[in-house]
């Protein structure tokens, strides 16, 4: 409980957003690929996404990040200044159609790329020939049918809802949770004896998300800052624990501005 003699008391924070997202034009790089459409550029479709930045406006972000790498800054910002101007057609991608919207909404010079690709543990190991090695292949398919059952329904359900109802519910912690979930069994279960190669797999998600913070880190110049985060929703789980253990940060919830 927080006392008069707690060290941390009434120490300025800094606000961050972390809003996860579906991606509105998916390009298959993920595990599960998506099997109903999203039309972004419908009529419906943009005016959701309008409403989506309208409400996001009212957190005042004093900085948006973006789920692109720092090496793609300088076509980012060139990219950005086109759109300023008038002259660069929005791609489908939420990074343009939330990040750059509301940036220029707002009248920030720049977004800022906070992506990073991350080191993975070296030797890389062949989980399933691993597997199939030591009799472990029982192991890479136990929860991976009822994982592909439930982001079937969630895919589902992008047709159903809007855009803000969409982001509402993957950024509940219960399905943030559960998303997570699927980290850590089947493939991270395989290995024997002091030979965890499923866990070393799974390092080099920890290690991209430990940078992205990093870079969150970066371009949070003081305690007044206002960071909002647009990023994969699959990154949530370790961003949060990050933004919530951190003595310089306050995570400010999804539902403070989309829910009502």
């Known amino acids: 409980m927080a006392n008069s003699a707690d060290p941390f008391l009434g ?13 509105f034009q998916d390009h298959g790089l993920d595990w599960y690929k998506p099997q109903v459409g999203f039309d972004v550029f419908s009529q419906r479709r943009q005016r959701e996404i309008a409403e989506v930045v309208e409400r996001l406006a009212v957190f005042q972000p004093t900085k948006i ?8 800054q300088s076509e980012i910002d060139q990219s950005y ?5 008038g002259v660069f057609h929005l791609p489908g991608s939420e990074i343009y159609q939330l990040g750059f919207r509301l940036a220029k909404r707002l009248g920030h010079d720049r977004v800022h790329c906070v992506d990073n690709w991350g080191r993975h543990y070296q030797p890389q190991i062949d989980l399933e020939a691993y597997a199939r090695e030591h009799g472990q292949e029982q192991l890479l398919a136990q929860w991976s049918p009822r994982f592909k059952q439930w982001y ?34 089947d493939w991270f279960k395989v290995g024997s ?10 390092t080099g998600w920890y290690n991209r998300n430990l940078r992205i913070f990093a870079n969150l880190q970066r371009i949070t110049e003081t305690p007044d800052e206002r960071i909002l985060l647009i990023i994969g929703w699959g990154h949530l789980p370790i961003l949060r624990h990050c933004v919530q253990a951190s003595p310089e940060y306050n995570l400010v919830e999804v539902c403070d501005y989309l829910g009502h």
């Open 81 to 85: 200044r086109a759109h300023l101007q």
């Open 65 to 72: 990040a973006i789920e692109q790498t720092s090496d793609q």
């Open 193 to 202: 004896g002091n030979d965890y190669p499923g866990a070393d797999g799974v």
């Open 152 to 185: 079937q329904h969630r895919d589902q359900l992008k047709a159903q809802l809007s855009v803000r109802e969409i982001l509402l519910d993957i950024n509940q912690e219960e399905t943030i949770l559960q998303g997570h979930g699927h980290y850590l069994v």
């Open 11 to 23: 120490q300025p924070l800094a606000a961050i957003l972390l809003l996860g997202t579906f991606h």
